[in-house]
């Protein structure tokens, strides 16, 4: 039972243009997303993150989008630059307590930045 | 300013022996969580402690795993009696209070040959 999925496992773009990395999710009680970015032999980077009161963040390159009808987010990183290519993991959590603290991810995207 | 520490960054274990993973939280974090990874898969929440505290631990296998958060010192992740199917990496993630934002550490690489 995959409450978060990523169903592109590797996506190549040329340097210089936008990647754009998708991620859906079943659970309406998500509440808030994060995206974080991983390198091999390292752990997880935090990324950027949405409320689900917004539809929208930006961190200069990165900016984060979230549908929520659609129960969909995706990351948009304009340029790409070939330092981007990583495993890129969609993370969502829930706003009931106790358990709210815990971040259920997708399986990852491999995002390779081709010069 | 450092961050997540994780310890060792491997550590190979024969079946049936006993795997200590450690964890040493960003200072000033007391939120510590645990995840593990496994091949190909993203990674999956094992358990949350905050000091002396075990507050979820949903994830976590219920036999031969444990986790704890002492007062001083760092959570330490326990797995006793180790099978080939514990082989993955295990990651710990700290956050100053339990809403905020988690930050990694850098993982063990568990191996049980």
């Known amino acids: 039972d995959q409450q978060v999925k990523q169903n592109s496992p590797s996506l190549s773009v040329q340097e210089g243009r936008i990647s754009i990395l998708n991620c859906d999710y079943t659970n309406s009680m998500f509440d808030y997303f994060l995206w974080y970015k991983k390198y091999p032999a390292e752990g997880p980077t935090f990324l950027i993150s949405i409320s689900s009161i917004k539809d929208k963040n930006e961190d200069g390159r990165f900016t984060v989008f979230l549908n929520k009808s659609a129960k969909h987010l995706s990351l948009h990183i304009v340029p790409s630059q070939p330092g981007d290519s990583a495993v890129y993991f969609c993370?969502?959590?829930?706003?009931?307590?106790?358990?709210?603290?815990?971040?259920?991810f997708g399986s990852g995207t491999q995002l390779t930045v081709l010069p | 300013n450092a961050g997540v520490m994780q310890n060792p960054r491997h550590l190979v274990r024969r079946r049936g022996q006993e795997a200590r993973l450690r964890c040493s939280p960003v200072?000033?974090?007391?939120?510590v969580y645990w995840y593990r990874q496994l091949p190909e898969e993203g990674l999956k929440f094992m358990v949350y402690?905050?000091?002396?505290?075990?507050?979820?631990e949903s994830g976590m296998p219920k036999e031969r795993f444990s986790a704890e958060f002492p007062k001083e010192g760092p959570s330490i992740l326990r797995i006793q009696q180790v099978v080939r199917g514990d082989s993955a990496a295990y990651f710990c993630?700290?956050?100053?209070?339990?809403?905020?934002?988690?930050?990694f550490g850098p993982g063990t690489r568990l191996l049980v040959l």
């Open positions: 402690l905050q000091k002396e505290n075990i507050i979820d």
């Open positions: 993630a700290s956050s100053p209070r339990g809403w905020e934002t988690q930050y």
């Open positions: 200072k000033g974090h007391s939120h």
């Open positions: 993370a969502a959590r829930k706003s009931s307590s106790g358990s709210a603290r815990q971040l259920t």
